[in-house]
Every structure is written in structure tokens, then in C-alpha cells.
């Protein structure tokens, strides 16, 4: 079950300069960073109330994040839905037609696992589930 959602996932070009932003200009704390090599991504978190929001910075040319870049510019890339089973939600989420990227959960930022919906599926949102890893 959805139990929130737990962060918007938003593409940068440069995540020093965002961070800079989101700190100076809105006045948030970076809580913390971290590299996803398997997703090719440095993040930098930050917390509004309840949500949290990642910057994604690609790490390399071929990553996601750089092709959503390239396609889109800098912007709002996903929303992360915070889940009390993963595989669970995938598997009704399958069952209703949506198009899974990810029919497995993988090791996430924030050591969380993560699944991905396709956008094609979801009214042009690409959507998250997280949960922690156990």
C-alpha cells in the first residue's frame, strides 16, 4: 500500500549551483548526498515538510538522467510514492496494465529499493516506489 509520497525526484545540469538554490533562495538544508552508480546520478536531498526532494545530477552521458535532460531540460522528472511492499505494489500495479521499467526493485539512494513505472502508463508521470531495505 502507498503509505505518502516521499519525494520529487527533479533533473539538474550542475547540482552545486542547485544546491546552492534550494539553500540560499528557499532557504532548505541539504541533508544529504549521495553517487548511485547503477543509475549513473549524484543526489543531494532536502526536506519540505513530510516530502523530500532529490536533485539528480548524471554522472555520465548514457545515464537517465542525462537523456531526460537532453529531451527535456532541467525539471520535475519523477515522483517517488513510498510503499509498505514493494513487490506487492508492483504486482497490482502489473495487474492493472501499467507498464513496469523495473518488474524487480533494485538498491535505490537513501538505502531504499526502488522500482520504476513507465510514464506511458502512468498519464506522461514517471513514478517511483520506495521502501526501505530491510
Not at 532548505?28 to 552508480?37: K, N, P, S, Y
Request: aromatic share 6%; net charge negative.
Amino acid at each position: 500500500m502507498i503509505t505518502k509520497i516521499d519525494h520529487l525526484g527533479i533533473a539538474v545540469n550542475n547540482l552545486e549551483e542547485s544546491v546552492e538554490y534550494y539553500e540560499k533562495a528557499l532557504g532548505l538544508h541539504c541533508h544529504g548526498r549521495e553517487e548511485v552508480a547503477s543509475q549513473k546520478v549524484k543526489t543531494a536531498f532536502f526536506e519540505a515538510g513530510d516530502v523530500h526532494i532529490e536533485l539528480l545530477e548524471p554522472t555520465s552521458d548514457d545515464s537517465p538522467i542525462a537523456k531526460f535532460l537532453e529531451k527535456n531540460g532541467e525539471g520535475i522528472h519523477h515522483i517517488a510514492f513510498a510503499v509498505d511492499d514493494i513487490a506487492g505494489q508492483l504486482k497490482q500495479a502489473s495487474a492493472a496494465g501499467v507498464r513496469l521499467i523495473h518488474e524487480v526493485p533494485f538498491d535505490g539512494a537513501a538505502n531504499k529499493l526502488v522500482a520504476f513505472l513507465h510514464p506511458k502508463s502512468t498519464h506522461g508521470v514517471l513514478t517511483e516506489f520506495c521502501m526501505p531495505k530491510k
